[in-house]
């Protein structure tokens, strides 16, 4: 997420309830306010199933069975689910919920909301985003709820156990379409409910019926839209946030005389070029060439753009979309283990010219009548990433490549990369349902993308890439559990989408987070990455949220 200089605040973002500065006191009227790179008008959605959702939907209000904690190597955590195993076959999981959980409506949760939630899914294909592929989900009692999948899929275990909300079966029973509700009321049974909500900003408040004795301490937390994502330093700097996640040029010495601020670094998402790449399901434009996404690739100079752009907190990124330390193990061929660092101009000539883009007098490309001219999105405000942008823009004319950078609001840009309605778009990737790239990968199959024109699933294959040869080797790594057959068909995986490159890397980009300690203490640290502190991590957030504490 990308932000920077100084403006102002969205009018409803500047106060908190009744227009009382946020913040301060006893855990009885506490509050705190988070900027999570909203710029504009707030569109309300709670459905936890559809791509748009508000960030809270997922750790604030619903919870999963698990919990996983990328910032450290911990085993995941218990949360609605307390115990699980598989069949020997990976077909069928065994499922014990908790105890003592109640809905934030009072009423008792059970194993049969578990089961229900995957049969909602089962039965409607738009919500089931990660495409798991389930024969059955039913409640043997009230503590245990027993999957039963077509194939074996021990992989989906991080999907089904740390990344699927559970929802109430006697709310959603009672929904006619979930694929179309923004579920305006929803009950969840999270540390926070939904208090009020405004296009500019929403306040959730303490669930007095969390399980977790003691959590949240923290009464009220408030979520505010900025005018430009540029008005990040001023709220910050101005005690009007709490909790932000931006990028902030000069950062070490914007907070040096600031005694209440403090930041981490946990860079952990692969910036990338999203590009439209799937002419057969209904993307336009020059980018649907795997050449000219080959030749984009070796024309970036991302050592250059680190220094312009990313501070110098970027790190190397990979082509196989892995993060090179964490993931070496991973990589097949050690070939792929990291991008260029320099610009390869001369082989990104090479690759237009025999895919036959011809260089005009204007020193830009065509081909049958058709101009290498291509638009990139990025969000309003979002200043590494316009920076980018603009670094790219006289990269890529070196090769003949016409870039046209254009900066729209965060619902506008995320619409656009969910209905495939784009070129090219900056964003990241990384972070999936565990750290095995099974989730990584899912990314690119088929079954997680759609027609342009129609959202395309939470996993995100927002490029429209489809490739056979990426289906088969994805759901052969589903249907084992032995770490060195996965790896055999990850190794197919990186292949082709090295080779395709739907997403282009650029590096592995800083994930800055600021906190303010005047109204509340108690956050991670770089010695202590309790969880990610990102304020858009879904789950994370729940976590963090849970574990602070009223300033004294």
């Known amino acids: 997420m990308a932000a920077a200089a100084a403006l102002t605040l969205a009018a409803a973002g500047c106060s908190g309830d009744g227009g009382k500065p946020a913040g301060g006191g006893n855990a009885g009227n506490s509050s705190i306010t988070i900027f999570n790179g909203s710029t504009g008008t707030i569109v309300e959605q709670w459905n936890p199933f559809l791509p ?14 698990y919990w996983y904690n990328f910032a450290s190597d911990a085993d995941p955590q218990p949360m609605l689910g307390t115990a699980y195993s598989w069949d020997t076959a990976g077909k069928v999981l065994t499922i ?9 409506d009072g009423q008792p949760f059970t194993a049969k909301d578990v089961a229900y939630t995957f049969d909602l899914l089962r039965r409607t294909p738009a919500l089931n985003a990660t495409g798991l592929k389930l024969a059955s989900s039913v409640a043997k009692d009230d503590k245990t709820a027993v999957l039963t999948f077509e194939k074996p899929s ?17 709310v959603w029973e009672k929904i006619t379409d979930p694929t179309k509700s923004i579920n305006p009321n929803p009950v969840g049974t999270g540390p926070y409910k939904l208090k009020t909500f405004a296009a500019q900003s929403y306040v959730m408040e303490k669930n007095a019926n969390y399980w977790q004795p003691g959590k949240p301490q923290i009464q009220n937390v408030r979520y505010i839209a900025l005018a430009t994502a540029d008005a990040a330093t001023a709220a910050l700097t101005g005690g009007q946030v709490d909790w932000m996640s931006s990028f902030l040029p000069g950062l070490d010495q914007l907070l040096k005389n600031q005694k209440n601020l403090t930041y981490v670094n946990t860079p952990a998402l692969t910036t990338s070029i999203f590009t439209c790449a799937g002419a057969e399901l209904g993307c336009k434009g020059p980018q649907t060439d795997p050449a000219v996404r080959q030749a984009l690739y070796y024309a970036l100079n991302r050592d250059q753009l680190n220094k312009l752009a990313g501070g110098g907190f970027a790190s190397t990124a990979s082509p196989t979309m892995l993060l090179p330390e964490r993931d070496k193990d991973w990589i097949a061929d050690q070939a792929n283990l990291t991008v260029p660092g320099t610009a390869d101009v001369a082989k990104a000539n090479q690759i237009l010219d025999a895919a036959g ?5 204007d020193g830009i490309r065509a081909k049958g009548g058709e101009k290498l001219s291509l638009t990139i999105q990025t969000v309003t405000g979002w200043s590494d990433y316009i920076s980018l942008n603009d670094a790219m823009t006289q990269e890529f004319k070196e090769v003949g490549v016409e870039l046209k950078p254009t900066q729209l609001s965060w619902q506008e840009w995320n619409t656009n990369q969910v209905q495939g309605k784009y070129q090219l778009s900056l964003d990241s990737i990384g972070l999936g349902a565990s750290t095995n790239p099974y989730a990584t990968y899912l990314r690119y199959t088929s079954t997680t993308t759609a027609k342009a024109g129609t959202a395309a699933g939470l996993s995100g294959n927002y490029a429209r890439y489809a490739n056979d040869k990426v289906d088969a080797a994805v759901a052969a790594a589903a249907a084992t559990n032995d770490e060195a057959a996965q790896k055999q068909q ?12 739907p997403y282009i890397p650029i590096y592995v980009n800083s994930l800055l987070t600021e906190f303010s300690t005047a109204n509340a203490t108690g956050w991670p640290t770089n010695d202590n990455k309790y969880a990610l502190p990102a304020t858009w991590k879904n789950w994370d957030n729940g976590i963090v949220l849970s574990t602070i504490k009223p300033a004294k």
Do not use: C, M
């Open 490 to 501: 990850y190794a197919i995986i990186q292949q082709e989408i090295v080779k395709d490159l």
């Open 357 to 361: 883009w011809v260089k005009g007098s």
């Open 96 to 104: 014990t919920t908790r105890d003592g959980v109640k809905w934030s």
């Open 154 to 170: 021990f992989t989906d275990e991080a999907s089904v156990l740390g990344n699927t909300p559970i929802v109430p079966q006697h």
């Open 52 to 65: 748009n959702f508000l960030q809270p939907t997922e750790g604030l209000i619903y919870e999963a069975l």
